[in-house]
Every structure is written in C-alpha cells, then in structure tokens.
C-alpha cells in the first residue's frame, strides 16, 4: 500500500506540472489581475521557480508533516477543507452503497430463483436501465419528482446528519439514489449469476434432499458462498463512487470532495487538486484493504500470509 | 364620520381606481416592506473567498457586498451613491493631486473596531503590498501613500490626477475590512472576513453556502429614512446547475435568484414570481484579438463583419439578450455611447476586408475558448466559413484558455465573457492599455495609450466620455476588442420577496441591503 501511495504521489505532481504554461497563472482568477511584481512574489513564495524534483520533494515533506498546503483560490488549508468536506463524500457514499446492497442482493437472489420466470425478466429490465441511464440525468429527474412535483425532498444542499438526524436524512435520499442506481444494477448481476453457480452446487441440492426450508437454504446456505464475488464488485465500487460524487454533488450542491475537485480542476488549483487526489487515492486503497480482510472473514480457507 | 369620508375620498380617486383595477386583474402589486424574515438566494458560480482584495472570483462579490461597505458606493450609472458610502464627502486636490476622504462617524466593523482613517490607510496599504497578492492593486497603483488627517479625515496622496478615483473606490479596492481581524487571522481572513455592512457572517461553507444575519448596530437608512437592512437572515446557496436553481424556486427552497435565459419567458409569465430586468448586465460574447497574430486590422474586421451575434443571440440565448450596440462600456454606464461605428454583420464588408487585406480567398486562424462558449464559437465557425474563413477551435477551462491566450500568445482571437465594469479606466487600463493584464499582444499602441491616461486623469465626465468615444472608434473600429452579445439579468423571486429592483448592482452584482420580505 505505501509504494503505491509514492507512485501515487508522484504521478499527481507530475501530470499536474505537465500542463503546459506558468503555474502562476492559476493565481490569477477571471476578472481579477495581478501585476508582474505581484506574479514575481507568488513564484518564489511557492517555490515555483525550483526544478521539479526539489518542488516535488517539498511538497512531500510537507505532505508527511500533514500541511497540504493552501488553496490557490481561496488561500484556505487544503488539508482543512478536506477535513470538512471528506465526511460528506462519505455519507454519500454510505449511503449509496447502503442503498445499492438493499435493492440489489434481494434482487439478485430473487432473479437467480426465479431463473427464467417474470421476477428475473423485472431485475434484468431495471438492472440494465441503471446502468444505462447516467447519474446526473437520474438526479434531475428524481429533483422535478420528488422534490418540485411532490415536495417531498429538498433539491439540493447539505445539513449534516448528525446536527439534524431528520434533515440530513431527507438531504441525502435523492443523491444517494442518484448515486446508487449503477452500483445497484452491477451489484444484483453480480449476485444473480454468483447465486445461479451457488445453488447448482452439489451441497444445496443435498441440502433440498434433506427436506430443508428452501429460505434456509437459500440465505444459510448459497448466499455466504455467493457473497465473495459481490464483495469484490462492493470494493470496486469505492472508486466509482468517488469518480460519480464529482457528477452528484455538483448536482446536488453537497460540499464534498467531489466538488472540491471539480473546482480545483476547473481553477487550475494545484495545491487542492494534489490533495484532494491524494486523499481519495488513501481512501480507494484503504477500502480494498477491507475488502481483502472481508475476504478471509467470509472465506475461511483465505489466510495472508504475514 | 370624518374618516369614513376620507376613506372615501381615498377610494375614489383616480389613482386608487387604477391601482385597484390593476390588482384585480393580477398586475405585480408591491406591498410594503416588514423586518425580518430569512431570504434564500441561488448563485450559479464558484466563489473562492470572502477577502474582497484577495479573493480570485468575480463570484466573490456576490458575498462580500453583504457584510463590506464601500469608502464611495454608486449606483448603476456609477454615479456617487453618498447614502451607502462610508465617505460622507470627497475633494479632490491637484499641485499635489490627493483626494481626501471625510468619513463617517461612529461606524464599527462587526467585531467592534472602530471604522475610521486608521482603518482606511490599513486597507489601502494593504492593497498596495506587493507581497499580499491584492487583486485591485492595479487599479489603486496611483495612491503613492495614506495620511491619516484626523480620526475620521484621510487623504490618499496620488501620483497624478485620478478621474476615475471615485468609482474604483466602489469596486473591490474601496471595500472596508477590519483591520484587526485581518491581523488575527491572518492567510485564514478569506474565510472569516469581517466588515461594516448590513449583514453579519454566520458560517461559510465552501463550495456550498454562506450563511449570513441581520447586523444589528448597521449604520444605513434608505432614501426614506428608514433603517436597514430588512432581513434578519440571508443564504447563499452555490447551485452550480441552472435546472436546479429553477426546481429550487419553484420548490420554494429558493426565494430568489438569476433566472437562466431559456426560463426567463416562463417566470415572467408565471404570477407565482416576481421578476425584475437589468439590461446588459455582463458582457456574455465578446471577441478579444491578439493584434501580433492577426495585426491586419483588415484581418481582423473582416472575421467581425462575418459574424451575425442577432443570430447567436436567437439560437443560443432564446433571444434574450441584446445585441451588442457599443463597445465594452455597457448600456447604462455613462461612458455607453452607441453613436461609435461598430463592426455590424455584413458578409459582403468582410469579404472587402478579405480584399482589402489581400486574401480574398480567406484564411485560417485557431481560437480558443471555453466549454460555455463552444456553441456560439460553433456558429461562428459555420458563419466565418459562409466568407472563406476556416476557424480552428480550442476548448479549454476558463482559466486556461485566459492564460493561454493572454500570457502565453498561443491564439488568434479569444471568445469569452467579461464582467460588467462600468467604470471605462479598469477596461481602458487593463484591457486596450499596452501593458495591460488582458492586453495579449502588448504592443506599444502610443495614442490609444495617451488616451486611456487621460481619460484617467480627467474629472468631468464630458470631457471623459470625449476621451472614450476615441478609444472605443480605435479599439472597435480596427476590432480590437469587439463585444457581440451583452446578457440580460432577470432576477425571479417569489411574491413574498420584496424591492427586488435594488438587488443588481453597478457591476450586475447582487446586493441585499434593501431587499425585504413582504409577508
């Protein structure tokens, strides 16, 4: 995990500082100016007049002290606003996933069976939907719905959950459906053909040979063994969710990560750019860390050697 | 009896009459303003920081209009708005030229520092450091120093006549901050900026919303003595996505905000809402040239007789912007004078300038621009193609795009949009001035130069709107810099949002120090 993050490191810095033109630049916003003296000050405050490994390496050693440095924009401290904002691009994510799993493993199991009959052609048709229909398109519909029509849901912001319980909930039922519905799509034709080669498994049919209750033997029995491949798509799906969230909390004007990065991107704002990117790159390796953990608690002939 | 009858009398005037038939039949009826209340606002753009001399967005000045008084506020004409200004009165002096401020007494930042010369010869010097990367610096670069008179009397001690003092001062660089918050929190002041205005920040969320409440010591009245503001609350939610800001306000979630053009007509007819024009509230298609690419001017008035911005204004803007009719000083301003010849459509005009230049076949040339105006750029393509000439497209980001094209000199022209600045000096100064920021060519231009000075300098606005009639016959007549389409802002807010007209600012920017609730 640790030379990854290096590699890591060094890939961010060394693309961003690809990008042709003066970093400097990025100082400067839309309608405002800055003067060459003002230019001249930034370059050596940032040390952009150093050769690129000496940036890099200054970078790290700030990096490993936890200083991200400051936003170019809004002269904040990156690792500050990513404190602020990576709880929120959690609970999203949380609560997508906790969405996808909910909709999903029942229908996956329900499609597998019922093979063939009109309970698997109704998973199929909607799975295919979900994954054929884009998130942000998902979202605006779900907002005229939901939230303009029916006045259920509010359209957009954020209060935090644990501030509100009742508000931060209804604040994230829309993203996290708009969020969900891919993952749920993946996730159910994962669990279906996992349970289709589970349940013509030798065991399950000595299993029904033995008279058992068939939900027994379907949630005792095939779904543990069915799990280990929708695990992995569960891992899977972290990266994904992150790369969404940059679509969702636009949308929904969530102040997560995934906003922070648009805006740092569209402002050539290095410094969150970098960090942002960093962070998000610990949590995808961390959260395939668990996966691999997951693994060896559901399969017990799983051991890492050590 | 008495009152009875003059109920009557009331009743039947004509007045009356009318206004209550207009009532009846549905017409916008303005009931009178309540305090309090809490009125939610959607802005569609990215705002950086609440600091008005570092922040790095125009975005910015849709917050720290809230919390910030100008030393010299003005209204949309730019003319000197003395009821909102912290200055009470000005005098401009030459041999040596200095303008001396005579400020109000008894005003104090919301952490109670006292407002006063102190203050101001802080926020200047602070501007004017080099080191603190200040976005007005340039347009304050005349103060050569700050002396503090008395405790509400300072004189800026300039290096020439400054004409255009005032109304820079009611921009970002007369924005009052407190000094002893700036001391405190130092690099983290953007986050927490502390002002004299009507309001008070709350919490600023960033990239998401600011919170903002009613200043309870503000100095303000109205031009009917009363005290203001009329909120007790107001939010500013960031809604990045215009069919989100519009199922916001018709959820009710949003109170008000900037209608996006293609639902303007649908608002405007909706009695749900009120709504409120400021014509040519920004520049919304604008064509810069780099004049060392493309230095025929031939060259260049041919590529802006080609284009037919009513055509883009129909196709793109569902018609409701207007065409440009002037250069960059936007209808309103007192420097807008439309009688200047201007490149207007003509294809047969650009192929004389094609002949002219000597390239009657056309030519190629590479423009870049950004995602938003990759339509437009589009139609510009097919229509420039109708002359003979090829126009290779580059999309980029904004910030991008602006430094490839200004600081890098990697394009030919450069489609875009430009705030509205109706002061002339800050286009003149940094726009069409050689050493301008957003001059991409900066080649020595010794006449438009001497007349961006001048115009400067001047204080009386006829002998300065002569001065611009010049430079805009310069700057539009060789298609310099030549403005197509300025973009109207409509302001929706629903029936309980009252004097919304005084929401747009001189500069197109939303301001809430007059705006109440009715209900």
Known sequence: ?306 | MKTIKSLIKIAVKPTTIVFTVVSLLGAPVFSACKYGGHLKVAIPGHFTSMDPHLGRSGWDAYLWRQFTDHLVDADRSLNPRPISSLAEKWEVSSNPDALTLTLRKGIEFHDGTPFNAEAVKANIERILDPANSATPRSSLAIIQSVDVLSENKVRLNLSGPWGAGLSQLADRGGAMNSPTAISKLGEDYGAKAVGTGPFVIKEAVQGSHVHFVRNENYWGKDKDGNRLPYLDEVTIRQVKKSSVRTAALRSGEIDLAYASLGDIEAFEADAKFNTSRMEAGKINLMLMFNTKMLDDPNLRNAITHAIDPAFINKAIYFGQNTVADSGMWLPGAWAHDPSVPRPSYNPAKAKDFLKKAGKPDGFEFTMVTFGARKPESEVMQAQLAQVGIKMNIEVMSGKAAGAAFFKEGKFAMYATSFSRYPEPDWAGSNVYKSSGYYNAANLPNPELDALIEKGAALSDIDERKKIYRKVDEIVLGQSIVVPMVYQTFVTVASKKVGNINTVSMHDGKMNFREVCMTE
């Not at chain 1, 999903?104 to 052609?121: E, F, M, Q, T």
């Not at chain 1, 199929?124 to 605006?140: E, M």
């Open chain 1, 1 to 306: 995990m640790i030379p990854v993050m290096f590699i890591i490191t060094f890939l961010v810095f060394s693309l961003l500082w690809a990008v042709p033109g003066d970093p400097v630049y990025a100082y400067v916003g839309i309608d405002v100016v800055l003067d060459e003296e003002q230019l001249a000050l930034l370059r050596e405050k940032y040390n952009l007049n150093e050769p690129f490994l000496v940036q890099y390496f200054l970078w790290l050693q700030n990096v490993f002290q936890g200083d991200l440095g400051r936003s170019v924009e809004s002269g904040l401290k990156v690792s500050e606003e990513l404190m602020a904002r990576a709880p929120v691009t959690f609970q999203l994510g949380l609560f997508a996933l906790f969405f996808a799993i909910i909709v999903s493993v029942p229908a996956g199991i329900l499609s597998a069976v019922y093979r063939g009959k009109a309970p698997d052609h109704a998973a199929t048709f909607f799975s295919i939907g979900a994954v054929a229909i884009p998130d942000f398109w998902l979202g605006i519909v779900s907002i005229l719905v939901f939230s303009v029509a029916l006045g259920w849901l509010p359209t957009q912001g954020y209060v935090d959950p644990l501030e509100d319980p009742i508000q931060g909930l209804r604040h994230l039922v829309l993203p996290s459906f708009a969020l969900g519905c891919t993952s749920c799509a993946l996730i159910m034709r994962q669990t279906r053909s996992a349970m289709l080669e589970v349940l013509a498994q030798d065991y399950i049919r000595t299993a029904r040979s033995k008279g058992l209750y068939e939900l027994r033997i379907i949630f005792v029995h095939a779904l543990q063994n069915s799990l280990l491949p929708v695990v992995t798509i569960l891992g899977l799906q972290a990266g994904r969710i992150f790369a969404s969230a940059i679509v969702v909390e636009t949308l929904f004007g969530l102040p997560g990560m995934g906003t922070f990065v648009v805006d740092g991107v569209l402002g050539r704002d290095f410094q969150v750019v970098q960090g942002s990117v960093l962070l998000m790159a610990f949590m995808v390796l961390f959260c395939n860390l668990v996966t691999d953990i997951l693994y060896a608690w559901l399969d017990p002939r799983i051991k890492y050697e050590g």
